[in-house]
T-cell receptor, first 110, second 115 residues
Framework: DAKTTQPPSMDCAEGRAANLPCNHS???????VYWYRQIHSQGPQYIIH???NNETNEMASLIITEDRKSSTLILPHATLRDTAVYYC???????????FGQGTTLQVKP | EAQVTQNPRYLITVTGKKLTVTCSQN?????MSWYRQDPGLGLRQIYY???????DKGDVPEGYKVSRKEKRNFPLILESPSPNQTSLYFC??????????????FGPGTRLTVL
C-alpha cells in the first residue's frame, strides 16, 4: 500500500479556503485517494475520495495531479467547526483497509 | 439512522480480566474492522472481516480476538488485557458489494484503560 505525506499542521482564517496538500508518490493505478477528518477524539469522518479526476461534493473539493503523485483537499469556506485532523489515505480497490498516517492538524482561526 | 455503535464507550479494567467491546452496524455492510488509536501512532488496524465467518489479522492483532457470527456484529475480545492495550478503539464498517469504493463508517470510539 502506498504511503502518504502531509504537513503536520496548518492554519487558516475563518471564511477563507483551506488547501491541504498530500504527497502519495508511490500510489498504484488501482489505489484511490481518500480524505477523512477527525474532530477531537471522535470517529473519523469521510470527506471525499477520487481516483484520477477531480471531485467535488458538499463538503470539499479534491484536486489530483495528472501523474497522481499528489493531491489537494480544498475546503472552500473554512469555519471554526472545520478545525480537525485531516487524513489523506490511499486505498486499494475492493479492500476495506485504510492506512492512516499522522495527518494534518488544521486550525481555523477567527 | 445509519450508524455504527460501540459499547462501552469508556472502560477502566485491570490486567488479566477478560473483556469484550461490542460493535454493531445497521447498514447491512459486509466489511467490518477494528482500529486502535494511540498518540503519535495514528490509527492502526487490528482485525477485519470481509463477511460472516471470515476474519483476518490487520497490522496489530496480538492480544486480540474477534468473531463474526452475524453480519451486523463484530465484537473485539481481549482475553487477558495488559496495560499496553490502553488505547482508543474504533469499529468501522463499509459496503463492499458496490465495489468497495465507498466511505467507511466509524463508530464513536471506546476509550479503554487497563491498570
Amino acid at each position: 500500500d502506498a504511503k502518504t505525506t502531509q504537513p503536520p499542521s496548518m492554519d487558516c482564517a475563518e471564511g477563507r479556503a483551506a488547501n491541504l496538500p498530500c504527497n502519495h508518490s508511490t500510489i498504484s493505478g488501482n489505489e484511490y485517494v481518500y480524505w477523512y477528518r477527525q474532530i477531537h477524539s471522535q470517529g473519523p469522518q469521510y470527506i471525499i475520495h477520487g481516483l484520477k479526476n477531480n471531485e467535488t461534493n458538499e463538503m470539499a473539493s479534491l484536486i489530483i495531479t495528472e501523474d497522481r503523485k499528489s493531491s489537494t483537499l480544498i475546503l472552500p469556506h473554512a469555519t471554526l467547526r472545520d478545525t480537525a485532523v485531516y487524513y489523506c489515505i490511499v486505498r486499494v480497490m475492493n479492500t476495506g483497509k485504510l492506512i492512516f498516517g499522522q495527518g494534518t492538524t488544521l486550525q481555523v482561526k477567527p | 439512522e445509519a450508524q455504527v455503535t460501540q459499547n462501552p464507550r469508556y472502560l477502566i479494567t485491570v490486567t488479566g480480566k477478560k473483556l469484550t467491546v461490542t460493535c454493531s452496524q445497521n447498514m447491512n455492510h459486509e466489511y467490518m474492522s477494528w482500529y486502535r488509536q494511540d498518540p503519535g501512532l495514528g490509527l492502526r488496524q487490528i482485525y477485519y472481516s470481509m463477511n460472516v465467518e471470515v476474519t483476518d489479522k490487520g497490522d496489530v492483532p496480538e492480544g486480540y480476538k474477534v468473531s463474526r457470527k452475524e453480519k451486523r456484529n463484530f465484537p473485539l475480545i481481549l482475553e487477558s488485557p495488559s496495560p499496553n492495550q490502553t488505547s482508543l478503539y474504533f469499529c468501522a464498517s463499509i459496503p463492499t458489494g458496490t465495489g468497495g469504493y465507498n466511505e467507511q463508517f466509524f463508530g464513536p470510539g471506546t476509550r479503554l484503560t487497563v491498570l
